[in-house]
């Protein structure tokens, strides 16, 4: 029953004719890849955690890259979602000023048997056109540093876990105080389409908001709402004898940010045929007692095998130890076009 009302207050929307996909995606990789923003570049700006099927490669071009037919497993409990699904990664800054990578892990409310990465949502309330093959967006811009740029999206916020169900307290900016059980990232992308094109050159004007509750007349086709949760694992940094004294907070994104207003997601489209079509005109709901869809439309595996599904990083660099830099960040910035 807690657990019930607790997802009806987290999700959009109970009305009629909804549906509330909601299902686990096990960490893929974490590399230092983004082929949707800086396609055939490796390594790229900032490290990425990736999950999905396993086509996620350096260079995804839509016309020669079909994620449906060249991936052989994904990382997410429905078994014809081979879409790929990223966010920066957090890294933890210690008092000497070295970084330590911050590790996902599987979302508390029922998937805490994921090895890391993130819950994936598709939300609607009422008729959703499901996305094309080739279709891509990302949400958010890493070079926000107010909060008055982080609420031109209302919905990428930072959540102190008190315990893996606490869904109170959303903020912008990274929380100041230690959270027992972590920190969840949310990530919900925009619901309306210009219905032509599948990206954009800045890889956000081809969505929009909704203004109210209608599509505006720019981008009149209702989406689904693709939204991410993703659990940070910052206990064992929780020790502020540990944290450096010339910030409120210790964490910081993988591209330099330590307010955490430069939040962003990306999102490509692999789902196999139209089997989201079909998941989102069923509507389709989550259990939350199991790791399965109340979806008789969808082929679903279980985490333990969400978690077999993995892919090797491609770029060779300590991405472990206590780091004197982050990653691409202070050094040379990126790598050469392969
Ligand atoms: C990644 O791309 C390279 C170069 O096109 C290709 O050789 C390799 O098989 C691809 N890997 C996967 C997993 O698709
Ligand atoms: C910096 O601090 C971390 C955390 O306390 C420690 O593990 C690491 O060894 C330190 N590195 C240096 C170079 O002092």
Known sequence: MYWASLLTASLASTAHAAATLRFSCAQLVVDRLDPLVQPGIAPSSHLHQVVGGNAFNVTMDPDQHDMASTATCTSCVPTEDFSNYWTAVLFFRAKNGTYKRVNTMGNGLGYSNSNGGQTVYYLSSGKVTAFKPGFRMTVGNPQYRTQAEARKNPSLQFTCLASSMTRTGYRYDFPTDTCAAGIMVTVRFPTCWDGKNLDSPDHQSHIAYPTGSKCPATH????????YETYWDTRPFNNKKDWPTDVQQPFVWSF????????HGDYMFGWKGDALQRAMDANCNSDLLSDKVNCPTLKQQTIAETNKCTVKRRVKEDIDGWLTELPGVSGMSMGKKV
Do not use: A, S
């Open 256 to 263: 330099g940010d330590k307010t955490g207003y430069g939040n």
């Open 220 to 227: 009149p086709v209702n989406i689904p709402q693709v939204f």
